[in-house]
């Protein structure tokens, strides 16, 4: 059978005038589009292959190229749109599961666009980042209730594991496997230049980067890959991984092709052998059971490690978050339905969960309202693109945030999303020698260091506005943020008043 | 526009203190006429004072002043009071009409013992007991609000300038060794009695200047404790966090202004390990009870005061001695009024902690 | 560390006195030059010719060099060596005295005696400037030219002169041209490209009597002419060496320092014959940055310093008409030949008992100088790297390590 | 003195370096006018081995074999880097024939042209390193 032909989803324009056919093109493009035709002298490309990475086009030394949007459209059709009907042909070609990467890009409600942050004016100074002291460091992890004195009546200082980050912002879990080795690399040493953390995610930790590990969070998945006392020894935290934003209820699947080489050896399973992550953990079919293996891990690492739960945020996330709150965990995790993924269904990652910002606020007051909010600290992701998502999380009641998307874009990733291709020519989510070599973790983590410490700035900057003078005082603080076209409901889940009010 | 408690209300003041180390008395108008060059300082929309030691002959029962809205919520209120407590003595609050003062509610106090049976059918100390009662009061009985509720001491409160609303209660008719008064100036209230300030909480009153930053972040975090922030206002929050931090988690002045006004981290770096340990912890575990942005207050209980700055020193104020007695404003000027002589001035430093005790005994 | 004299004003001479002031910027040094000129770069006489250059961009040195070494240079011919009174004596008679002394006379052309050449009345040889100067004087547009000797000097004579003259025949005894720094197989392809050019070729003959405008050859032909150029060979300039005692083969024997058998006499240059490391054997090696290297190893070792110099090899880059011609080392009779035609040139590699013994690569010369450092220094090559020798010259031919450790630091 | 190296773990073979030199050294002010339907003569090229790539230009050797070697005297160092003299030099590839690193070539005109760290050109620091994606191309002092 045939299999009914898709019009290329994009197109390649080449500046004859500009292009000197020098070849850049041709070699930096796994997907290989471009092609040297030697009998006409010329670059031509075959754009059925394109992805619109912008690799060519970021390395065109004059210019000539440009990746542009196909016109040649389906009849316009409101209800059918292009995408859907020429999902359908795909499927009806191939009979199988539609697979995405990265986040959700549906016109969905992003909650952090429709809210303000406020600012001092007379009655209030605001202050200066430049001339002030102000504050950004956080300690996560669970609070005592109550203060105890010794026999001399000094205060036990004894507190639980906590995990100190110099700033809100955490990188968020991206299993080496599903991202290259440089590119864990670029997260481990920013991350350590930085005085925050970075997570593993259900891949293993390469030996090389135990070194780094006050400040990783590994991950225990569902597959338990990479799971071992050394592992759980090196990192700062541990973070039981229940779901993730992109794909709530689903579990993950890297195919055997990638495992190859040091991905397989740290994953702990056999070279060319798919790695599936179970859906659920097959020991936790509840609550309870969670509680379980929370206090296994802390067994295992001696109670000196907060132990994180992550869980993607799904409809009764307030009442979920609460459990887990009881369940010994230090803090809880919870990932938005924009998360990204390197791989995931697209009807899963499109329609499935809930928006992190009403999420964050429901479970926030919800943990207050129970009296148990100082019981576990609250890091939210699913794409906190910015510092001002960064200050509006907070100040909804976040003690930190997790960022991978932004954090893969500093590194390189144009966000074409098919990250599922394992060809990317950015060299992050890949495995292919030549590919992993583009991201020099030199350049990697300078980047991810100076978007952090952009972050920093603006963060500061909101803060000083704000008249706030550490990051501490800004969380939960929801009198600091106001709503725009919002309707009442809406509001009062966030816990905001209406601008203007 | 919406009042006290339906809004958050932030206000720029004037704050004034008087305590005799000695125990020994002082009358109101030594602290209401302190007030009066500050008067630009406030806007009329508010005044009050916090007396300690003004009440000696029921120096053992709790002083509840109370404002009311009708007759009927007064008695409705009593009925309730007789529920829980033993009613010692209930009157009105002397005032005198002078034409500063207007619309004024039904003004009174009351004398009680909580009941022993309450005591023990709710399983809580006295000062919890009355705390709660308070609290239910203040939320649940629309109309009745109680705005001092400690032991031989009492706020005095009311829309107005400072001074006169101590011309109007007739506070030098009142001697106490430790005084402590506020002049306001709100910037979105029409104005009400139970919004002016000191805010009190048994015997914990505390004036503020300033506008804090991090209302929201201490309020919702103070909340989880059963308190309610009913008045929306910083004095009230401050209030509370020094009741939760002092009276129930047992921290000392110093400790707790730690916490409110901590340290910058790179400044409990500087500290040796054991003080660095401790703040460090401090920190960390009440760090949604920092309070940022510019605030001075003055902390008063029965036995002392403490005057305390933001950690930045965003809002001005001195202390001053002389002899037994220790005065603190807002500025040097209403020190000079109650004391032309006054010596030691110093301007704390932002999160600097100025403690005086009254000597063991004599209050 | 005393007086120092050079005779000779070559590039022999010229890293002579660079190689002293490298360790001795104090004491003087005089250069007793033959050729009246301020050292300019011999082998360009032909360009020159050609137009390619000119008489100032020829200056092998810029003009301020003698100042700025402090050398006092002397126009004259140096006569006597005596090495017990340490003077040399002059044609002038003038006598200059010495502590260290570094013969660099070079070498002369080496004309044999054919009979009637007194008949002819434009004959040259092509050496020097001077000479240089004289041949253009005599060519026109169409002069015919007869040039003996098909080696380096016949050929870049004939290339310099091709465009100024009717036509230019060459003829060398050897059955090949460059015979000694091209194979056959080579030199083929370089004759091929030559007569492409319009020059004529009578190889494996040669002449053997001239009378007036014409040669008569050995083959028995006869060959007009209105210029003749001798370019049969070269002899080194060993006769004061030989005066003073030292020891003279073919050249002036010299130890890796350069120095001659009598002591303080250094000798460099084309005149000296040196250790070549790709034969293993002592041979003079005509070449100029030989002749530098030389020169500079006496010069260091004549102030005192210390230098040795034992990887000479053989080696030529010169071109025709555009097209480039890359040689170096030695071509072993029992080598394995790997060789590669393109387009108009042709790559020869010469490999024995492991090693890059010699090559000749005619066209594209670009990198050649990686297999010259190959044969240089003897490097072993695995069967990995002599697939990448095969390919092109390159550092891939180097292991990683030692790939890494050329490119990692300063060299 | 500050040189050019590279680092083949970084190198990607993209070749970027050769036109950005070939451009740097072109002496006109847009790449496309420079090299448009031209053949490239850049001071630096990318060599390939076992699939490793990485860019070989003059290491400015100290001692350098084609000072030694140019039989026009058309090459000196000067404050350490290494320059030929175009209008000298004759075009004889002595110095091609002698460089261990493969790092002089024959220019566009038959003179050899080689790395001359941008120095003298409007880049000013070499150029293949600026515009090198990767840093596998570096300019420091070792």
């Not at chain 2, 009071?81 to 500063?100: A, M, S, Y």
């Not at chain 2, 902390?299 to 104020?317: E, I, P, Q, T, V």
Request: net charge neutral; charged share 25%.
């Amino acid at each position: 059978m045939v299999e009914h032909f898709i019009y290329p989803e994009f197109e390649v324009e080449r500046n004859k005038d500009r292009c000197i056919a020098c070849r850049v093109c041709e070699r930096q493009c796994s997907n290989e589009v471009h092609r040297f035709d030697p009998e006409l002298g010329v670059m031509v490309a075959d754009e059925t292959k394109c992805v619109n990475c912008q690799r060519c086009v970021s390395l065109c030394p004059t210019r000539a190229l440009k990746i542009v949007k196909s016109d040649c459209r389906l009849r316009e059709n409101a209800n059918w749109s292009d995408e859907t009907i020429k999902e359908i042909y795909k499927q009806a070609n191939s009979g199988g599961v539609l697979l995405s990467s990265m986040g959700n890009p549906k016109p969905l409600p992003v909650y952090w666009d429709k809210i303000l942050i406020n600012a001092s004016q007379v009655t209030n100074p605001p202050i200066d980042p430049l001339r002030e002291p102000m504050e950004t460091k956080v300690f996560l992890g669970k609070k005592p209730g109550r203060i105890k004195r010794d026999e001399n009546g000094d205060i036990v200082t004894d507190v639980t594991p906590q995990l100190e980050l110099s700033m809100p912002v955490m990188f968020s879990a991206m299993s080496y496997g599903s991202i290259s080795y440089n590119a864990h690399a670029s997260l481990a040493r920013a991350a350590t230049e930085l005085g925050i953390c970075y997570n593993t995610g259900e891949g293993g930790l390469h030996e090389d980067f135990y070194i780094y590990g006050p400040n990783t969070v590994v991950q225990v998945a569902s597959g338990r890959f990479g799971v071992h006392k050394n592992y759980l020894e090196a990192a700062a935290a541990v973070e039981i991984k229940m779901g993730q934003g992109a794909k709530p209820g689903i579990g993950g699947h890297l195919p055997g092709a990638k495992i190859v080489g040091d991905v397989s050896r740290t994953r702990m399973i056999p070279e060319g052998s798919d790695a599936i992550s179970p859906a659920p953990h097959h020991d936790i079919y509840s609550i309870e059971d969670l509680r379980q293996l929370v206090y296994s891990l802390k067994e295992a690492t001696e109670y000196k490690k907060p132990i994180i739960v992550k869980v993607a945020a799904v409809h009764n996330i307030a009442a979920i978050a609460s459990g887990i709150a009881r369940s010994g965990a230090d803090i809880i995790a919870i990932d938005g339905f924009r998360g990204g993924t390197g791989a995931a269904p697209t009807r899963i990652r499109d329609n499935v969960g809930i928006p992190i910002e009403l999420a964050l606020a429901s479970v926030d007051q919800r943990l207050r309202d129970e009296g148990i909010r100082n019981n576990v600290s609250l890091v939210v992701g699913g794409s906190v693109r910015s510092a001002a998502d960064v200050v509006k999380a907070v100040a909804l009641g976040a003690d930190a945030v997790y960022v991978a998307t932004a954090a893969l874009l500093a590194m390189g990733c144009h966000l074409c999303r098919t990250c599922q291709s394992g060809k990317c020519n950015w060299g992050i989510a890949t495995q292919r020698p030549d590919l992993v070599k583009r991201l020099n973790p030199d350049i990697g983590s300078r980047r991810l260091v100076n978007l952090m410490d952009a972050w920093r700035h603006e963060i500061k900057e909101l803060m000083g506005g704000m008249g706030i003078n550490s990051i501490e005082s800004l969380r939960g603080n929801r009198l600091m943020l106001r709503g725009v076209g919002l309707t009442v409901k809406e509001l009062e889940i966030l816990g905001i008043s209406h601008a203007g009010e | 526009m919406k009042l006290e408690g339906e809004v958050r209300i932030p206000s720029g003041c004037a704050i004034a203190a008087v305590i005799s180390r000695e125990g020994k008395g002082i009358t109101g108008d030594v602290i209401y006429n302190a007030m009066k060059p500050m008067h630009d300082r406030s806007n009329g929309l508010g005044g009050g004072f916090a007396a300690y030691g003004i009440y000696p002959e029921y120096k053992d029962l709790f002083a509840f002043h109370f404002f009311f809205d009708h007759r009927s919520t007064r008695k409705d209120c009593e009925a309730f009071l007789k529920e829980r407590f033993e009613v010692v003595k209930g009157e009105l609050i002397p005032t005198r009409k002078i034409p500063q003062i207007t619309d004024e509610p039904i003004i009174w106090r009351y004398f009680v013992r909580p009941l022993g049976s309450m005591l023990l059918s709710e399983q809580v100390d006295e000062n919890e007991f009355v705390a709660r009662t308070v609290t239910k009061i203040n939320t649940e009985m629309k109309g009745a609000y109680v705005f001092s509720s400690g032991k031989n001491m009492g706020c005095f409160k009311a829309v107005g300038f400072p001074e006169d609303v101590g011309v109007f209660y007739k506070l030098e008719e009142y001697e106490g060794y430790s005084w402590t008064a506020h002049g306001r100036y709100p910037t979105n209230t029409p104005g009400w009695w139970g919004g002016a300030h000191p805010f009190s909480l048994l015997d914990s009153s505390v004036v503020h200047n300033g506008e804090i930053s991090s209302y929201d972040a201490n309020s919702r975090f103070i909340e989880m404790f059963g308190y309610k922030c009913t008045l929306q206002t910083d004095t009230e929050v401050i209030t509370y966090i020094l009741d939760y931090l002092i009276r129930r988690q047992g921290l000392t002045l110093e400790e707790a202004a730690s916490v409110i006004a901590a340290p910058f981290w790179s400044t409990i770096n500087g500290k040796p390990e054991k003080e660095k340990e401790k703040l460090t912890y401090l920190r960390t575990v009440f760090s949604s009870l920092l309070i940022t942005g510019p605030f001075s207050i003055v902390y008063g209980w029965n036995g002392g005061l403490m005057a305390l700055n933001d950690r930045l020193k965003l809002r001005s104020m001195i202390t001053a001695e002389k002899d037994d007695r220790v005065f603190i404003a807002s500025e040097e000027a209403a020190v000079r009024v109650m004391e032309p002589d006054a010596e030691n001035f110093y301007a704390p430093a932002g999160g600097e902690p100025v403690i005086v005790k009254v000597k063991e005994g004599k209050f | 560390m005393g007086e120092y004299l050079i005779i000779g004003n070559g590039t022999a001479a010229v890293g002579c006195i660079e190689g002293i002031r490298s360790t001795d910027r104090e004491s003087g040094i005089t250069v007793i030059s033959a050729e009246e000129h301020h050292v300019y770069s011999r082998p360009l006489i032909s360009y020159y010719l050609e137009g390619k250059t000119d008489l100032e961009r020829m200056l092998y040195r810029p003009k301020d060099f003698y100042g700025k070494n402090g050398v006092k240079l002397i126009y004259g011919r140096a006569e006597k060596l005596d090495p017990k009174k340490r003077t040399v004596t002059l044609a002038d008679k003038q006598k200059k005295t010495f502590d260290k002394l570094c013969i660099c006379t070079g070498s002369s052309p080496f004309v044999p005696k054919f009979e009637g050449l007194e008949t002819v009345k434009k004959h040259f040889t092509f050496m020097t400037l001077d000479d240089s100067l004289a041949l253009e004087k005599a060519l026109t547009k169409d002069s015919r030219v007869l040039i003996v000797g098909a080696g380096l000097i016949g050929l870049k004579c004939a290339e310099g002169i091709m465009g100024r003259v009717g036509s230019v025949t060459v003829c060398d005894l050897a059955d090949r041209v460059l015979s000694s720094i091209l194979d056959s197989e080579c030199a083929a392809v370089m004759q091929e490209h030559l007569e492409k050019q319009g020059m004529k070729f009578m190889l494996g003959d040669t002449a053997v009597k001239f009378k007036g405008n014409k040669a008569f050859m050995k083959s028995g032909a006869e060959v007009g002419f209105d210029i003749l150029v001798l370019a049969v060979g070269v002899r080194a300039e060993t006769g004061l060496a030989a005066q003073a005692g030292c020891e003279v083969n073919r050249g002036i024997i010299i130890n890796d320092t350069m120095q001659t058998t009598v002591n303080d006499i250094y000798a460099a240059g084309d005149c000296s014959e040196g250790y070549d490391s790709s034969t293993g054997t002592n041979r003079v090696l005509a070449i100029l940055p030989n002749a530098y290297m030389q020169g500079r190893c006496a010069g260091i070792n004549m102030a005192g310093g210390e230098s040795s110099l034992n990887d000479l090899i053989p080696m030529n880059s010169i071109g025709f008409f555009g097209l480039h011609c890359a040689t170096a080392g030695a071509y072993p009779a029992d080598a394995d030949i790997f060789e590669e035609k393109s387009g108009n040139g042709i790559r020869r590699l010469y490999v024995k008992d492991d090693c890059l013994a010699g090559f000749i690569i005619i066209g594209d010369v670009n990198r050649a100088g990686v297999y010259t450092s190959l044969v240089r220094e003897k490097t072993r090559l695995d069967e990995r790297a002599l697939e990448m020798l095969k390919a092109s010259p390159s550092l891939a031919i180097f292991s990683p390590e030692i790939r890494r450790r050329k490119l990692g630091g300063a060299v | 003195m500050k040189r050019v190296y590279v680092n083949e773990d970084w190198c990607l073979g993209c070749h970027l370096c050769e036109y950005n030199c070939a451009y740097a050294n072109s002496g006109l002010d847009d790449m496309v006018k420079a090299l448009k339907g031209k053949p490239v003569f850049a001071n630096v090229h990318i060599e390939e081995a076992d699939g490793i790539t990485y860019a070989v230009s003059c290491r400015h050797c100290k001692d350098p074999l084609c000072v030694r070697s140019c039989i026009a005297g058309a090459i000196s160092i000067e404050d350490g880097a290494v320059k030929i003299d175009r209008e000298k030099c004759v075009g004889c590839l002595t110095c091609v024939l002698v460089c261990p690193y493969g790092a002089v070539a024959a220019g566009a005109n038959g003179a050899a042209q080689k790395c001359e760290l941008c120095l003298a050109n409007s880049c000013g620091s070499p150029a293949c390193v600026k515009g090198c994606p990767n840093n596998a191309i570096v300019y420091e002092e070792r």
